[in-house]
């Protein structure tokens, strides 16, 4: 019996049409570590004033040609931090972005720092996206996770106002113990300020997150249902550091049997969709792809000092590129190949959806050290140790 939530859809192997091997798509810089925020999940444990060694404007500039080398299509470059705009060059950085053709997106914090002004400066520059963080559905929620009172509102307030002069928003959220209960309910606020895009990041304990509690397999096993349905509402639906969602997305267009078996983690969301949502309108198709990027392939990830990793959460010193040719690396880094070529240990390294998934490496490298052992987070990995 068909649902409301499924779809006809193929399933085209990786390399057909996907291959990361000589070009990531997004190069994240950490422009900076210095935020005003004290985000209880921060992976850069930021802290409040510029620490010393962080790249300069020069330094940006030349980090700006070496993505170029990659060729084009350019990869996007995703000035992260910290707080990006606690540097104070970053517009200089921007409009040097932009004179050279490559195309970038910025997520800062939401601070005093994001006025109307700076958020129509941004515009200016030309960013392809804002990203904002929201990680509850009331203040109670969001101002708990994210260490000041207040950002829930200017949150909403930032979003509205970038909306409104036609910045391109995209809201992101950490899911943790305390907040994927309230899932549905992000979903519905963002989709009522008219958000279309929504990046999900699943904990990994690094940073400030080490004292976090992450999800059990089953609750990601529920939230990865919930998101492939949240993706059926004309909402562009992402995942960070949960490549199993792809798997899922798999198993939710071959066989009814399998979404019929879920947990009652995953009704209580789903009831809790259909009771603020509706259904989706009929025909509607998944915005989640059954493809995608894993840290070091297709990500690459510059640290504020330069220092190369496979990605943010993932603290594997590859280079730096004050001395490294971040292309060289990128394309022959053995880590970076081995991660491409699905060279896993244990159970990913014999699934039959490695190529799809390959679960997150830098789940696998923050719990075993190894960037090749399994993700604990997905359920067919727990299966496999009992
Ligand atoms: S076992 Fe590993 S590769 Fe397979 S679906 Fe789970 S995380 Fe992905």
């Known amino acids: 019996m068909a649902t409301h939530f499924d779809v006809l859809g193929g399933f085209l192997p990786r390399d057909l049409f996907m291959n990361f091997s000589n070009k990531p798509v997004l190069v994240f810089w950490e422009t900076t570590r210095a935020c005003r925020l004290s985000c209880l999940h921060c992976r850069a444990s930021a802290i409040t004033e510029s620490l010393p060694g962080e790249l300069s404007t020069e330094e940006g500039y030349k980090l700006i040609n070496a993505v170029r080398l990659f060729g084009k299509p350019y990869p996007t470059i995703i000035f992260t931090g910290g707080d990006p705009l606690m540097r104070k060059d970053l517009f200089e950085l921007l409009r040097y972005a932009s004179k050279s053709g490559v195309s970038f997106a910025i997520s800062p914090a939401v601070t005093a720092l994001l006025t109307k002004d700076a958020l129509a400066r941004l515009r200016e520059a030309r960013i392809a996206s804002l990203s904002v963080s929201l990680d509850g559905s009331s203040p109670e929620v969001h101002d708990a996770i994210r260490g000041q009172p207040g950002t829930f509102e200017r949150t909403i307030e930032t979003i509205s106002n970038a909306l409104r002069i036609g910045t391109k928003v995209q809201v992101n959220t950490a899911i943790m113990k305390r907040n994927f209960r309230d899932l549905p309910d992000i979903l519905h606020l963002i989709r009522g300020l008219g958000v279309d895009t929504w990046e ?97 392939d297709g990500i690459i990830f510059v640290g504020y000092d330069g220092t190369i990793s496979p990605g943010g959460l993932i603290p594997i010193n590859l280079g730096n590129v004050r001395k490294d040719d971040i292309v060289d690396l990128y394309q022959n880094s053995k880590t970076l190949k081995d991660i491409r070529e699905r060279k896993f240990n244990g159970r990913c390294g014999i699934c039959e959806f490695k190529e799809i998934c390959g679960g997150s490496r830098a789940r696998a490298f923050s719990l075993s050290g190894d960037p090749l052992s399994s993700d604990p987070a997905c359920i067919l990995t727990e299966t496999a140790a009992s």
Do not use: M
């Not at 397999?217 to 792809?246: G, M, W």
């Open 200 to 296: 999900l990041f699943f904990l990994v304990k690094v940073g400030r997150g080490k004292c976090l509690e992450d999800l059990s397999p089953e609750e990601n096993e529920s939230v990865c249902n919930f998101l492939y349905e949240a993706s059926h509402y004309d909402l562009t639906v992402r995942c960070v550091e949960a490549p199993f969602i792809r798997r899922v997305v798999k198993q939710r267009k071959e066989s009814e049997r399998y979404w019929n078996n879920l947990a009652a983690g995953y009704q209580t969301l789903h009831s809790r969709l259909v009771e603020l949502e509706g259904y989706p309108r009929p025909g509607s198709v998944s915005t989640l792809a059954t493809t995608g990027t894993l840290d070091g």
